[in-house]
């Protein structure tokens, strides 16, 4: 089955730890992005790459870090320096050609709580 | 102002009745624009993409304005699996014209 997938579903951090949250698509999708989303709110940019190797931030990149060694894979690193991390966190990823954007696919999300 | 705007609602309406959500977007440039469902504490998933001339899918559809900078989406025949949350997305002026998404308009239909 092609889709993305994101691990774990719900993570627990005490504050002052570092924790990684896994994307993989199978999708063959140049590009993949990471989304913020708080209760009632709506979607926030975290960082965007287009193509391997390469990433870009978004609205609200403090705090946060990414890779991007290999097409299929797009890890996001919640830092220390986020002073509020917990809130739903959105993998996606779509098809991308000559600065034009097509539809993004969603992972299922990981929940991510601070003790 | 917000680069889209949505009215969060929520919007209460019974089976079987036709209600419209507006979005407007502030990118003038905006190419591309879709329509996104959101169920409680769930990803959002495609509803379907906006094309200038209008398209339908079913029992919804969806119009654009580039004049007044709006998209609309129309549901008729509500049912109760309609309820949830609709997001709507356009291209932003920031980050590449990556997209921006809205906050969403929540739907409740009540048998």
């Known amino acids: 089955d092609g889709g993305i997938t994101q691990s774990p579903k719900y993570l627990f951090r005490k504050e002052g730890q570092n924790v990684t949250l896994s994307c993989e698509q199978n999708?063959?999708?140049?590009?993949m992005y990471w989304y913020r989303q708080d209760p009632g709110q709506g979607l926030r940019l975290i960082y965007y790459?287009?193509?391997?190797?390469?990433?870009q931030k978004g609205d609200i990149a403090e705090g946060y870090s990414v890779s991007r060694e290999k097409k299929e894979s797009f890890p996001l690193t919640v830092t220390s320096a986020q002073k509020n991390p917990t809130a739903f966190y959105l993998c996606?990823?779509?098809?991308?050609?000559?600065?034009?954007?097509?539809?993004?696919?969603f992972g299922p999300g990981t929940r991510l709580t601070v003790l | 102002r917000k680069e889209v705007e949505q009215d969060p609602g929520p919007f209460n309406v019974p089976e079987g009745a036709t209600v419209a959500f507006n979005c407007t977007y502030s990118?003038?440039?905006?190419?591309?624009f879709f329509w996104y469902r959101q169920d409680c504490r769930k990803e959002p998933k495609l509803l379907m993409s906006?094309?200038?001339s209008g398209n339908e899918d079913g029992r919804f559809t969806a119009q654009l304005n580039r004049a007044s900078q709006y998209i609309s989406l129309l549901i008729r025949d509500s049912k109760l699996s309609d309820s949830a949350t609709y997001l709507c997305v356009a291209n932003g002026a920031n980050y590449g014209q990556n997209f921006v998404f809205g906050p969403g308009t929540r739907l409740s239909v009540l048998p």
């Open positions: 790459s287009q193509i391997v190797n390469d990433f």
């Open positions: 990118n003038s440039a905006s190419q591309s």
């Open positions: 996606a990823s779509s098809t991308h050609r000559d600065n034009s954007y097509n539809e993004q696919f």
């Open positions: 906006v094309y200038s």
């Open positions: 999708l063959n999708h140049d590009a």
